[in-house]
Each structure stands twice: as C-alpha cells, then as structure tokens.
T-cell receptor, first 115, second 110 residues
Framework: GAVVSQHPSRVICKSGTSVKIECRSL??????MFWYRQFPKQSLMLMAT?????????EQGVEKDKFLINHASLTLSTLTVTSAHPEDSSFYIC???????????FGDGTRLSIL | AQRVTQPEKLLSVFKGAPVELKCNYS??????LFWYVQYSRQRLQLLLR??SRESIKGFTADLNKGETSFHLKKPFAQEEDSAMYYC????????????FGAGTRLAVHP
C-alpha cells in the first residue's frame, strides 16, 4: 500500500530555532501533500496544501512566512517552522494521496517541542 | 460552511456491546465522507469511505443525506477496537482537502 514517511519523529529545540520537517511518499508520486497540526486531545487542523512545482495554499489564519512549505519533487514536501517559539509546539502531520480522488495516507507525525 | 461534528469525545463500552460513533456534517454539495482510525502510538489510517459501501473490521457506516449523518457502527465491540476515530469530509472545492471532526475516543472494556 501507499506509504508516507515523515522525519524527524520528534524535535526538541530552543526558542528562535528554525526546524525543518520532511514528508516523503515512498512508493507513489504525490502532486499534492497536506500539512496538519494537532494540539493535544484535539482534531487535525489543516495548515496548508503543498503543490508540487508551485506555491502552497495556506488555510486562513496560518502564517505563510512562519510555516514555509516547499514541494520540490513528486515525492517530497518540507515544512519549515521559522524562528520557532513555545506556542509552535505541537504535533505536525503530513498526508498524501495517490491520485486526486483517492484517500489520503498519513505520516507518523512529528512532535515539535520548543523550549 | 463545511463542518464535521462528532458530538462525543469519549465512548466507553464493554466488549461485545454494540457501538455507534456519531458523525454529522454540513456541506452544500455532494459529500464524500470517510472514517479514519488512530490506534495508540500509530499513524492515522483509513477505516472506510462511504462510496465503497464496505465493512472493515466489522464496522459499517451509511451516509444518510436526509439527516446529514455518517455514523460508524459495529454490532459487537472488541477490545482491539479501542482507538481514536475521526470522521472526515472531502472538500470537492479542490485539492482533495479533508475536513476532520474533533474525534471520538472509543474505549472497549473487557
């Protein structure tokens, strides 16, 4: 089946650091990938839609300069949290679909902790 | 506005009891609905989708457009069903975007 790999699984860093999270589709090509944020005991909130070869589409209220998304190839999207602060601490999850109308497959998520 | 509502944060049942996890949606077009499950320490995975009309792990869900519901049901719960369940709606506006409900934690006790 379709596998989405996310790396790293956990990051702990100091306030002000920029953190990059990778999302890879291992056995399929994904023109579109999605980035979600999940707070403890809450649902997944879509942050942005990552489009290969073009700019990401951000959801309302998500700062595009804060959360930089790059989708340079059909198998890799990256999310960079720039100048991270404690309020950015969260669980970040990516997903991708094999095709436009196919279900999304999710990565394991990245737990980001900013001290 | 598009919205998915899961009214119960926690559903606690005994093994062998019937289970119904509620999901209601608000959507102006023709919806496509999914149930995703997240077992402890595992990634979110697709359980079933309404267009497939299939039963997975004994679970079924029927789309009721009149009641705008997509409740997940299982006649006899098992302990291994304990997990977090999310109902999701696909936004046909583009890009295959999913809108998730808040999730319901199912706890099945022996």
């Amino acid at each position: 089946g379709a596998v989405v790999s996310q790396h790293p699984s956990r990051v702990i860093c100091k306030s002000g650091t920029s953190v990059k999270i990778e999302c890879r589709s291992l056995d399929f090509q994904a023109t579109t990938m999605f980035w979600y944020r999940q707070f403890p005991k809450q649902s997944l909130m879509l942050m942005a839609t990552s489009n290969e070869g073009s700019k990401a589409t951000y959801e309302q209220g998500v700062e595009k300069d804060k959360f930089l998304i790059n989708h340079a190839s059909l198998t890799l999207s990256t999310l960079t949290v720039t100048s991270a602060h404690p309020e950015d601490s969260s669980f970040y999850i990516c997903s991708a679909g094999v095709g436009e109308y196919q279900p999304q497959h999710f990565g394991d998520g990245t737990r980001l902790s900013i001290l | 506005a598009q919205r998915v509502t899961q009214p119960e944060k926690l559903l606690s049942v005994f093994k062998g009891a019937p289970v119904e996890l509620k999901c209601n949606y608000s959507y102006s077009g023709s919806p496509e609905l999914f149930w995703y499950v997240q077992y402890s320490r595992q990634r979110l995975q697709l359980l079933l989708r309404h267009i497939s009309r299939e039963s997975i792990k004994g679970f079924t869900a029927d789309l009721n457009k009149g009641e705008t519901s997509f409740h997940l049901k299982k006649p006899f719960a098992q302990e291994e069903d304990s997990a977090m369940y999310y109902c999701a709606l696909r936004d046909s506006g583009g890009y295959n975007k999913l809108i998730f409900g808040a999730g319901t934690r199912l706890a099945v006790h022996p």
